[in-house]
Nanobody, 124 residues
Framework: QVQLVESGGGLVQAGGSLRLSCTAS????????IGWFRQAPGKEREFVAA????????YYGDSVKGRFTISRDNAKNTVYLQMNSLKPEDTAVYSC?????????????????WGQGTQVTVSL
């Protein structure tokens, strides 16, 4: 089992940057793939990015490609989401999630453990 805590959210102007962190408890963090998802009010949950347990493979949602970068430091039990060139439409609650398995997944239902989320608000 793993427990996840997100941090780094906040209010930023359009064009600005934020770095989110997802920190996990437990000594098996390196066995989990980690995904970032977001949900805006009145909208469905959206896949943002994912990274394999080793950090060797990453995948991004179309709306964030070229602007967001996911990375991980297994020694610190932490996954990062660097968000650049932020737009108002990036405003949402961002949550990280963990899963095990042989393939990278982009659907939230494939992730077993979830954090509480952190709010990101991008103003004009």
């Amino acid at each position: 089992q793993v427990q996840l805590v997100e941090s780094g959210g906040g209010l930023v102007q359009a064009g600005g940057s934020l770095r989110l962190s997802c920190t996990a408890s437990g000594r098996t963090f390196s066995t989990y793939d980690i995904g970032w998802f977001r949900q805006a009010p009145g909208k469905e949950r959206e896949f943002v990015a994912a990274i394999r347990r080793s950090g060797g493979s990453t995948y991004y949602g179309d709306s964030v490609k070229g602007r967001f970068t996911i990375s991980r430091d297994n020694a610190k039990n932490t996954v990062y989401l660097q968000m650049n060139s932020l737009k108002p439409e990036d405003t949402a609650v961002y949550s990280c999630a963990a899963r095990t398995g042989p393939y990278m997944k982009t659907m939230g239902d494939d992730y077993k453990y979830w954090g509480q989320g952190t709010q990101v608000t991008v103003s004009l």
